[in-house]
């Protein structure tokens, strides 16, 4: 029996695909949300890096490579999560084992890989025509057959490696670091132009001055399906079901519109197989055993700690475009509550499972009193790094970065520990339909009460004036936090 004929009656029996009226309204949906929001996202980067700003064309340039090496990253990452080359669980479970061609099976898996490296492509040539209009043709072809290759290298490298996740995430974290180092020296002034020629990241650029280079790596990525589909006979049967697993939670994910699933999924699937060295916990008692965890989780997460530190990089880049100070000031807060979050991951799971504070004799309240001073020492040297960069110096940015820490830890744990998404909200009515408002209440409690402890740092930083800002923020983070353990206290 050959794999196609299995599709087909697979397809015969689903009964979502006998309803050509529910795919039509999916894919129409699909369609102009897409349309709506990359509209919204196209005129704001068409505001920010368009010809007729005054930044000058070399930070221009190197503020795109940032972008560019930022952007691979984030695909390898993604790539690392989910495969890239990828099946479901039943089709694991049933097919791989069967007496099939693997490689045939396998086939709209490849085909998939190779879509979603066109669209990558190609939303990074768009951002690379912010820039300059001359050769879009060129740009537009070497950015999206840039795409193809950075998720065909992926899929090579999931097919030759035992651990590609482990690769792919190395990876990533490399290209995210090398990304916050061409920024800032754009920023400041050094010709970062040599980076464009080392990867996909700058071909858009280079294309847009010489058109022949798109066609060298448009030919060059006709070859990388090729090359997908002939390796399948390589993937082994361990990193499919490694794939299977991501990709079934990210399809959790998506049908029960609830973000929190993934980052849950992804920190089981960090620590699985996962071999630890000999390191204790600290000899200490009681709630204080939450502070010597949390310490012990950050020691072995240095890998997170070097992408925190690279955060710091992003307002800075935000300072020097021509953008309003809001956009800074957004950025800083956006950033630094990611910063933050790889010290808050206990506390997500303490309101998980409860089981540790029973084994412990400690109530929720106590338990959460032992995991502040972890993550406000953190948030409060990353803030003091990054508003001491924004500003362009020591002193009241860094005192008024310290003194916001208490308040950005706040904003940080209350982020970490929400609720799943409650779908029993009113609807809204959209062009699309109606949407749940669910999904939209959760990523906002991820900053409500972040703004709400950081607006004087974030007045600061639209007006310029640390030095106005500084008591109320002191009385905004300590009432905050405080208002925090109190009520967690409480129960």
Do not use: K
Request: proline share 5%.
């Amino acid at each position: 029996m050959r794999p196609g004929r299995v599709r087909r009656w697979v397809r015969r029996r689903q009964r979502a695909r006998e309803n050509a009226s529910d795919l039509f309204e999916t894919v129409y949906t699909l369609v102009l949300l897409a349309a709506m929001v990359g509209y919204m996202i196209w005129a704001q980067l068409q505001a920010v890096l368009s010809g007729q700003t005054s930044a000058p064309a070399g930070v221009r340039e190197g503020v795109l490579l940032a972008a560019g090496l930022a952007w691979t990253a984030a695909l390898l990452a993604v790539a690392s999560a989910l495969g890239p080359v990828s099946t479901s669980a039943p089709a694991l479970q049933w097919l791989v084992t069967a007496p099939l061609d693997r490689r045939a099976l396998l086939t709209p898996a490849v085909a998939q890989v190779t879509g979603i490296g066109l669209l990558a492509g190609l939303a990074q040539g768009l951002l690379t025509l912010t820039l300059s209009t001359v050769g879009a043709g060129a740009v537009l072809l070497a950015a999206v057959a840039g795409g193809v290759l950075v998720l065909g290298a992926a899929a090579a490298v999931q097919s030759a490696s035992r651990r590609p996740a482990r690769r792919l995430s190395t990876a990533a974290t490399v290209l995210a670091i090398a990304a916050a180092v061409v920024g800032v020296l754009a920023v400041t002034g050094v010709d970062v132009a040599a980076v464009a020629t080392t990867g996909p990241w700058g071909w858009p650029l280079l294309a847009g001055r010489h058109p022949w280079l798109a066609m060298v790596i448009a030919a060059v990525a006709l070859l990388m399906p090729i090359l997908q589909w002939y390796r399948l006979r390589w993937l082994t049967l361990a990193n499919l079901t490694d794939a299977a697993q991501s990709s079934g939670a990210a399809t959790a994910v998506f049908f029960t519109l609830d973000p929190g699933l993934a980052s849950r999924a992804a920190e089981d699937r960090r620590w699985r197989g996962r071999r630890l060295g000999p390191d204790r916990l600290p000899r200490v008692a009681g709630r204080f055993v939450a502070t010597g965890q949390d310490a012990l989780l950050l020691l072995r997460s240095p890998v997170r700690l070097l992408l925190a530190a690279a955060l710091v990089t992003v307002p800075v880049l935000a300072a020097g475009l021509p953008v309003s100070r809001w956009v800074i000031a957004a950025a800083w807060l956006l950033c630094a509550l990611a910063a933050a979050s790889c010290s808050t991951a206990n506390a997500r799971r303490d309101r998980d499972d409860p089981g540790l504070a029973r084994l412990l004799g400690l109530t929720d309240g106590e338990l959460f009193t032992g995991r502040v001073a972890v993550p406000v020492a953190v948030c409060t040297l990353w803030s003091a790094a990054a508003l001491s960069a924004v500003g362009g110096g020591f002193g009241p940015w860094t005192l008024l970065g310290a003194v916001a820490g208490p308040g950005l830890a706040a904003g940080a744990l209350r982020s970490a520990r929400r609720r799943e998404v409650r779908h029993d909200a009113a609807a809204l009515s959209s062009p699309a339909g109606f949407m749940p408002t669910g999904p939209f209440l959760w990523l906002a409690g991820a900053a409500d009460l972040a703004v709400l402890a950081l607006w004087p740092t974030l007045l600061a930083i639209v007006t310029r004036h640390p030095d106005t800002a500084l008591f109320n923020q002191v009385v905004f983070s300590a009432g905050t936090l405080s208002g925090m353990i109190i009520n967690a206290r409480r129960g």
